[in-house]
C-alpha cells in the first residue's frame, strides 16, 4: 500500500505554540451598592451566563450539610414565589441553573437565552434575596439527598478519597470533615435560614456574567442586585483552623463486597499563592495531571492494572493537597502501589528529558487555551481566578512560569516535596 | 443556526466544515460508522475495544497521544451502538497534527498482540469499575436482553461479559479495522477559523491518498414487534429499589422520534417536569424519578425510571407511575406545557452551539444520520408538534406489551 502514498509521513507536520495569549476582556464594574460585576462579552450565541459567587462555603457552617441545603434550598420557594412557580417560570423560559459549593465558596449559576434575560434575573433576585425555607420542600430535599448520600458512600473511590483527606486535615478540621447520611435529619428551616443571614448578602458576595452583553444586559444586572444594599450577612472573615494531620500513614478501609479496590495517596501541600504553586502543578502534570502522564503511560498503557489513575493538585483558601487516585481490580493493588512509589522516585532521580519536558510545557499551554475558550469555561476560570483575588493576568503569568521550567527545578521540586514516608496511602476494598 | 460546507472525497470520505471566527481552537471530529450493532453476537464488546487500540500508534505516529500533545491537543473518544467517535481540540495553528495522526491511524494502526494484550486488561478494569463495581451499575446489562431478543441492541458497548473480551484476538482486531474503518465509512468535521476551502485542501492533502476500501455492508437483525409484557427481577446490595420501565419507540428517522423526546420532557424536563411534582415532591414514594430516550438509529427505548424511598411497597409505587403514565394517553396536555418544553429544547440547542467541539461532534452525527440538514432543521419539527401528536404517540408507545420492567430491588 505504502508505494502509493506521495506525502511524506514519516515528518510530524510543523507546529507552534502561543507564548502569549490573548486574554479575554473583563469589565470590572463597581455597583452603586459595593458589589463588584465581572462582565465578559464572548458574543457570538444569543445567551447569558450570570452566577454568583459567595464566600459561603461548608467551612462556615457549625452544623453538617447546613451550607450546601441553604444553597441548594435558594430555589425552593421565595416570599413572591412557591418553588412549583419558580421551577414552571424558569422551565418555561429554557432557563437553567446550577448551584456548587465546595469548602470555601458557594456559588449559584443561571444559563439564559439573551432574550429571557431579564425575565430570568427578575427571578433570580427573588430566589438570592428573599429565599424561605419552606418546611415541606425542605422534607423532600432532606429525604433524596439523604439517600443520594447513602449510594454515594457505597463507591469505594469516594470512600477512599474522604478517608485521605479525614487523615491529611483531621476529622474535625472544616477540609477534613465528612457528613453522614444522619445529618441531613438533624437539619430544620431555621438553621438554613440563620446561616443564610449570615453570610449571603451583597457585601459577601461577587458576579460574573459572560455571554453575549450589551449595556441593556449590565444594567439589567444592575438593577437586580447593583443598587441598595441586600442580606444582613458581613463579609466573611475566615477564621484558620489549625490542620492536626493522622500519624497512620496506611489505612485500609475494608470493602468486601466489590471486584475493585480504591487507592487514594496523598499529602498537605499548599494553595496557589504558594511560590512553588507553578512550579508543582507542572510537577503534578507531569506525574499524573493528564493522559499522557507517567502514572497513566505506566499503570495503565503498559500493564492494565486501572482503567485510570490521576494525580491532582487541590487548592483551597488557606491550604492544599496532592492526591494520586485510581479504581484497580483487587489482584492489582500491591503491584499499582509499587509502581506508584517508582515513578515518585524516578521523579526524585532522573532528570526529565527534553522532549517530555517541553511536550508537558506544550500541553499545558493548549490546556490554557481551552480554560477560556467558550462562554461557560471562561466565566468558569475567571471565578476561579477571582476567588483567588487574581485576573487573568494570572494566566499569563503562569503561562510564563511554566514556559520557564528546567529538568533541574523539575528535579529539585520533586525531592523537596514528593518524598514517599510524607504521604498517607488510603486502600478501600479487599486486602 | 450552524453553517456548513459539505465535501466528499475520492476515497468516499465525507469532510463537514464549519467556521468559529471567534475560538483560537480547532476541533477534529471523526465519526466512523461502526458501533456495537456491527459486533458478532460471540464477540461482544469489540467495536468498544477497538476504540481503545486506535489509541496504541500507527506506523508513522509512534505515538499518538504524545504527538497530539506536544501540539498542545488534547483528544478522546467514545463508542456507541451506532458508531464510534473520536474528538481533538487543539490550538488552531496545529491542525494539521490532528490530521496528520487521525490520517495515519485510518490508514495502518498499529495492532500489535502488546497492546491488544494491554487494552483488554484495561477494559476489564473498567468493566468493573463502570458496571460492576458501582452501586446500579449493572442495570443496562440486564434491561438490554429484556428488552431485545434478537437486536444487537440487546447488548451494552462493553459488551455481554467480561470473557468476550478476554477471548478477543489480534487477528480479530485486524478484521474488524478492514472491515470497518475505511474512509467511506467515516465522516470528519472540522470547527476552526479557516475558510472552507483552505480546510477541504489540508484533509485531502493528509486524507486524500488514504485508498478506497469497500464499504462495511454489516447485516444485523431487526427486533420483531414485541408482543407481550417482559419483566425481571433482581436483588442487589443497593440502598434504594429502582423500578425501570422501558418501551419501544421508533427509529431516529421518524418524525415520532421528535414526539417521544418531548415527552420525556414533560415528564422529566426539570423540577417542574410531572414525574418530579406529582411524584418524587407530592408522594412520599420516590426519591427520584426520570425519563428519557436511548436516542438510537433503529428502534429504540423510552425510558421511565424511578428510585424508591425505603420501605415503599413496589406494587404502589409501580401503579403511581403507570397513573402518570396513564394521563399522558388519555389527556392532551395543554398549550402551556407544550410550549414550555419545546422552549426548553430550543433553549438546549442554542446552548449546545456555544462549544466548538460539541459543534463538531454535532455535525457528524447528523451526518452519520443520513440527513446533515437536520443540524438546523430539527427545532422546526419540535415548534410542529401538537398536543394530538403528543396522545397519539403516547397511546401506541405506552402499550404494556411493549413494555420491559426491571425491578432492582434492594436487600441489605
New interface residues.
Given amino acids: 500500500m505504502s508505494d502509493i502514498l506521495k506525502l511524506n509521513r514519516t515528518v510530524a507536520p510543523k507546529f507552534k505554540l502561543p507564548c502569549k495569549i490573548s486574554l479575554p476582556a473583563v469589565n470590572s464594574i463597581g455597583m452603586q451598592n459595593g458589589l463588584q460585576l465581572y462582565a465578559i462579552n464572548t458574543g457570538t450565541v444569543d445567551v447569558l451566563r450570570f452566577s454568583i459567587v459567595f464566600d459561603a462555603g461548608t467551612r462556615y457552617q457549625r452544623q453538617f450539610l447546613v451550607a450546601g441545603t441553604a444553597l441548594n434550598m435558594l430555589t425552593e420557594g421565595t416570599e413572591k414565589y412557591g418553588s412549583e412557580e419558580i421551577a414552571e417560570q424558569l422551565d418555561f423560559y429554557g432557563a437553567s441553573i446550577d448551584v456548587d459549593i465546595d469548602r470555601d465558596w458557594s456559588c449559584i449559576t443561571f444559563y439564559s437565552l439573551a432574550r429571557h434575560f431579564e425575565k430570568v434575573m427578575e427571578i433570580a433576585e427573588q430566589i438570592i434575596k428573599y429565599p424561605v425555607f419552606p418546611e415541606k420542600e425542605l422534607n423532600v430535599y432532606r429525604q433524596n439527598h439523604k439517600q443520594q448520600l447513602i449510594i454515594e458512600r457505597g463507591k469505594v473511590s469516594v470512600i477512599a478519597g474522604e478517608t485521605l483527606v479525614s487523615a491529611l486535615f483531621g476529622e474535625n478540621h472544616y477540609y477534613g470533615s465528612f457528613a453522614q447520611p444522619e445529618d441531613y435529619d438533624k437539619l430544620n428551616s431555621h438553621i438554613l435560614k440563620e446561616f443564610y443571614e449570615q453570610h449571603y448578602s451583597s457585601k459577601n458576595a461577587f458576579m460574573v456574567v459572560s455571554g453575549k452583553i450589551s449595556d441593556r444586559e449590565i444594567k439589567t444586572v444592575s438593577d437586580f442586585f447593583g443598587s441598595a444594599a441586600w442580606g444582613k450577612a458581613p463579609k466573611a472573615e475566615a477564621v484558620q483552623q489549625k490542620i492536626i494531620s493522622s500519624p497512620e500513614k496506611t489505612v485500609h478501609v475494608p470493602k468486601t463486597d466489590g471486584v475493585q479496590s480504591a487507592i487514594s495517596i496523598g499529602k498537605v501541600l499548599f494553595n496557589k499563592s504558594h511560590c512553588d504553586y507553578f512550579g508543582m502543578f507542572f510537577v503534578n502534570t507531569v506525574l499524573g495531571g493528564y493522559f499522557g502522564s507517567r502514572l497513566m503511560k505506566n499503570i495503565r498503557e503498559e500493564k492494565g492494572y486501572t482503567y485510570g489513575i490521576y494525580s491532582n493538585m487541590a487548592c483551597m483558601k488557606d491550604s492544599g493537597y496532592l492526591v494520586i487516585s485510581a479504581e484497580v481490580g483487587d489482584k492489582y493493588v500491591k503491584l499499582t502501589l509499587e509502581e506508584i512509589k517508582n515513578e515518585i522516585l524516578r521523579l526524585q532521580r532522573q532528570k526529565i528529558a527534553k522532549n517530555e519536558l517541553s511536550l508537558v510545557k506544550n500541553y499545558i499551554t493548549g490546556n490554557i487555551l481551552r480554560s477560556i475558550d467558550g462562554i461557560w469555561k471562561i466565566a468558569d476560570t475567571c471565578i476561579d481566578l477571582l476567588q483567588i483575588n487574581a485576573n487573568f493576568e494570572y494566566i499569563e503569568q503562569m503561562l510564563d512560569e511554566v514556559l520557564k521550567i528546567t529538568a533541574d527545578r523539575v528535579l529539585d521540586l520533586a525531592n523537596r516535596y514528593l518524598d514517599a514516608d510524607t504521604f498517607t496511602t488510603v486502600i478501600s476494598g479487599r486486602r | 443556526m450552524i453553517e456548513y460546507k459539505k465535501f466528499i472525497l475520492k476515497n468516499g470520505l465525507t469532510l463537514l466544515a464549519h467556521r468559529?471566527?471567534?475560538?483560537?481552537?480547532a476541533a477534529v471530529n471523526v465519526l466512523y460508522k461502526v458501533g456495537a450493532r456491527s459486533e458478532n453476537p460471540h464477540k461482544t464488546g469489540f467495536a468498544h475495544l477497538f476504540e481503545h487500540l486506535m489509541f496504541s500508534g500507527s506506523?508513522?505516529?509512534k505515538?499518538f497521544?504524545?504527538?497530539l500533545?506536544?501540539?498542545?491537543?488534547?483528544s478522546?473518544a467514545f463508542t456507541c451502538s451506532d458508531y464510534t467517535n473520536y474528538y481533538i481540540?487543539?490550538?488552531k495553528?496545529?491542525i494539521?497534527?490532528a490530521?496528520?495522526i487521525e490520517?495515519?491511524r485510518m490508514?495502518?494502526p498499529n495492532i500489535t498482540q502488546h497492546n491488544i494484550?494491554?487494552?483488554?486488561?484495561?477494559?476489564?478494569?473498567?468493566f468493573?469499575?463502570?458496571y460492576?463495581?458501582?452501586?446500579?451499575g449493572d442495570v443496562w446489562l440486564l434491561l438490554r436482553p429484556l428488552a431485545y431478543k434478537v437486536h444487537p441492541y440487546r447488548w451494552a458497548t462493553i459488551g455481554k461479559n467480561i470473557e468476550h473480551i478476554k477471548n478477543a484476538t489480534l487477528d480479530n482486531a485486524k478484521c474488524f479495522f478492514d472491515l470497518h474503518y475505511s474512509p467511506c465509512n467515516a465522516v470528519i468535521s472540522i470547527v476552526s477559523d479557516m475558510e472552507y476551502g483552505k480546510i477541504y485542501k489540508l484533509v485531502e492533502?493528509?486524507f486524500g491518498?488514504i485508498?478506497a476500501r469497500p464499504a462495511s455492508n454489516c447485516k444485523f437483525p431487526q427486533e420483531p414487534q414485541q408482543m407481550e409484557p417482559r419483566s425481571l427481577t433482581v436483588e442487589r446490595?443497593?440502598?434504594?429499589t429502582c423500578i425501570y420501565k422501558a418501551y419501544k419507540m421508533c427509529r431516529r428517522e421518524n418524525p415520532d422520534y421528535y414526539v417521544c423526546d418531548l415527552l420525556t420532557d414533560i415528564f422529566a424536563?426539570?423540577?417542574?417536569?410531572r414525574l418530579?411534582?406529582n411524584l418524587?415532591?407530592n408522594t412520599?414514594l420516590f426519591?427520584?424519578a426520570n425519563a428519557f430516550i436511548s436516542g438510537d438509529i433503529d428502534e429504540g427505548l423510552l425510558t421511565v425510571s424511578a428510585?424508591l424511598?425505603?420501605n415503599v411497597d413496589v406494587k404502589k409505587a409501580e401503579a403511581a407511575i403507570e397513573s402518570e403514565i396513564e394521563k399522558m394517553r388519555t389527556e392532551k396536555v395543554s398549550e402551556?406545557e407544550l410550549?414550555?418544553v419545546k422552549?426548553?429544547a430550543?433553549?438546549?440547542h442554542?446552548?449546545s452551539?456555544?462549544?466548538?467541539l460539541n459543534k463538531a461532534m454535532m455535525l457528524g452525527y447528523y451526518e452519520m444520520l443520513g440527513n446533515i440538514d437536520l443540524i438546523n432543521e430539527e427545532l422546526d419539527y419540535y415548534r410542529a408538534i401538537t398536543a394530538d401528536d403528543i396522545m397519539k404517540v403516547s397511546k401506541s408507545v405506552f402499550a404494556d406489551e411493549k413494555c420491559s420492567t426491571l425491578y432492582y430491588k434492594s436487600v441489605n
Fill in positions: 468559529d471566527r471567534s475560538s483560537t481552537l506506523k508513522n505516529v505515538s497521544d504524545d504527538e500533545q506536544v501540539a498542545g491537543g488534547e478522546n481540540t487543539l490550538p495553528e496545529n494539521e497534527t490530521l496528520w490520517s495515519d490508514l495502518y494484550d494491554t487494552q483488554r486488561s484495561v477494559v476489564i478494569e473498567e468493573n469499575q463502570r460492576l463495581n458501582r452501586p446500579y492533502k493528509w491518498e485508498p446490595k443497593v440502598p434504594l424536563g426539570g423540577k417542574s417536569s418530579y411534582v418524587v415532591k412520599n426519591a427520584r428510585n424511598l425505603p402551556y410550549e414550555k422552549n426548553k430550543e433553549a438546549s442554542v446552548y452551539e456555544t462549544d466548538i
